[in-house]
């Protein structure tokens, strides 16, 4: 018997999952069987994640011939990151501005859901918190030590550890370039072929990661909180089917449904594991062999993406911080609007790619606009249900930037479409060798 694909098996299990979750959901043996599978393939996914990093980036820029150019791949990767970012949280703006799901009969929800606004409380959080903790971000850029940062997954340091690595490759005198080039290239093979035997499991993997969730949640988390999560899965929804797609079609002139297809196993990844650094591996193979986007710009591209390009996750930090403040009863004028908008595209850029990181943001956030942290305690019911629409999301937005990227550069047979018009390849070092 044929097996179906990939992307549908991880489909029809998780169908299975919601079904068991619900039937199953308090046996204590299924429950055990469901950590055991969900923690080893989230685990497998995982050990690939700092090795594959490191290796896609100095591999993908190591490789660039054109050094100077590396800085229009950089700018042009960060326009789309801003741009579509912003367009993400505006979505979300609008949204929770039209549904308004913070409120209840022209009433702030909270007392409702369990929330008492305590003035003093209010104030003692907010105290001491403000534009300091985002210039942590910054500082993260910078790890003190790249063991370390390797070690307790801080990819923002890696990805910029990878980056200068990468960059100083590409200038070294012909013979170490090539030792270079082919060792971490190596690597990299080494770690897409583990990838694969990984994703095998990802049909077991996800039953076990998704239906302790439907076990846990239950419709009963939803009922108060149904607004918000209407709004947000709208406006997600919008992000991803309408939006980028526009984008893809109108700049990157490729076929967006061809584009979902291509990218269908990564997706699902991302939507069952919540954790775009886990789904790296399955991302970059759909790039590569069912999207046929060369190497030299996955590795560029994604890798930063992944840990920077979160649209899916600064939309709903925003929808969240509004939903919150709505529940608690804040004016939310032009400038506290302005405010979260703000804090929601630079938070967004530090949040970690696994489950639920952007909880630490969010909070961030509320105290920037003067709200007590407990907010966060509101949305928790609901968090890791929309942390999986989200993930889809992120992942997405990056696979659109590469696309994006790579058919700006010229790049030949990119969703099976031919080059546009006028534009040339950036030439990669092994054909300057080949010369
Ligand atoms: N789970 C998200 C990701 O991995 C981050 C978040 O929004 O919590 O991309």
């Known amino acids: 018997m044929k097996w179906p694909a990939l992307h549908w098996q991880i489909a029809i299990a998780l169908v299975l999952a919601v079904a068991s979750g619900w039937w199953l959901g308090d046996v204590p043996a299924f429950l055990t069987f469901c950590d055991f599978a969900g923690k080893m393939f989230l685990n497998g996914l995982k050990m690939l994640v700092v090795p594959l990093v490191l290796s896609a980036m100095i591999g993908g820029i190591g490789n660039l011939s054109e050094s100077s150019k590396i800085g229009r791949y950089g700018l042009r990767t960060l326009a789309f990151y801003l741009g579509t970012g912003t ?36 104030m003692e959080s907010v105290k001491g918190k403000g534009a300091g903790d985002m210039l942590a971000v910054v500082v993260r850029l910078v790890p003190e030590n790249v063991f ?32 270079q080039r082919d060792f971490w290239q190596g690597i990299y ?62 700049i990157g002139r490729v076929s967006p449904i061809r584009h979902f297809r291509a990218m269908s ?13 886990a789904s790296l591996p399955s991302t970059l193979g759909c790039l590569e062999t069912r999207a046929g986007v060369p190497r030299r710009i996955t ?23 509004m939903f919150i403040a709505q529940a608690y009863g804040l004016p939310l004028d032009l400038p506290t609007q302005f405010t979260i908008v703000l804090a929601a595209l630079l938070t967004s850029i530090g949040v970690a790619g696994i489950p639920s990181a952007s909880l630490v943001a969010i909070a961030l956030i509320l105290t920037s606009i003067g709200l007590p ?29 590469t696309i994006l ?19 040339q390849p950036l030439r990669d070092a092994s054909q300057d060798e080949a010369r």
């Not at 990844?269 to 650094?277: D, G, N, R």
């Not at 590795?299 to 911080?321: H, K, Q, S």
């Not at 990227?405 to 534009?423: C, N, Q």
């Open 373 to 401: 942290l407990e907010g966060v305690g509101l949305i928790l019911a609901v968090d890791r249900v929309l942390d999986m629409c989200r993930t889809a999301v992120n992942v997405f937005g990056d696979s659109c930037a």
């Open 189 to 250: 093979e080494i770690m897409i072929s583990i990838a694969k035997v990984v994703m095998a499991f990802a049909p077991i993997g996800v039953l076990g990661l998704v239906a302790p969730i439907i076990a846990k949640t239950g419709w009963s988390a939803f009922r108060p909180l149904a607004w918000f999560c209407v709004a947000v899965i709208s406006a997600l929804a919008t992000h991803m089917l309408i939006t980028l797609p526009i984008v893809l079609r109108v």
């Open 87 to 122: 367009i993400a949280i505006l979505t979300g703006l609008l949204m929770v501005n039209l549904l308004h799901p913070g409120i209840v009969d022209g009433k702030p929800a909270g007392p409702l859901l369990g929330l008492d606004a305590d003035t003093g409380k209010v």
């Open 148 to 179: 370390a940062a390797a070690a307790s997954g801080d990819m923002l340091g890696l990805v910029t550890f990878g980056f200068l690595f990468g960059y100083f490759v590409s200038r070294l005198p012909k013979e170490l370039h090539k030792t």
């Open 299 to 321: 590795g560029f591209v994604l890798p930063i993406g992944a840990n920077v390009n979160t649209d899916g996750t600064a939309l709903y930090e925003c929808a969240a911080a």
């Open 265 to 277: 196993p990564a997706l699902l990844t991302a939507f069952s594991t919540s954790s775009s650094a």
């Open 405 to 423: 990227v790579a058919r700006l550069e010229g790049e030949d047979g990119i969703l099976g479409e031919k080059a546009l018009p006028g534009r």
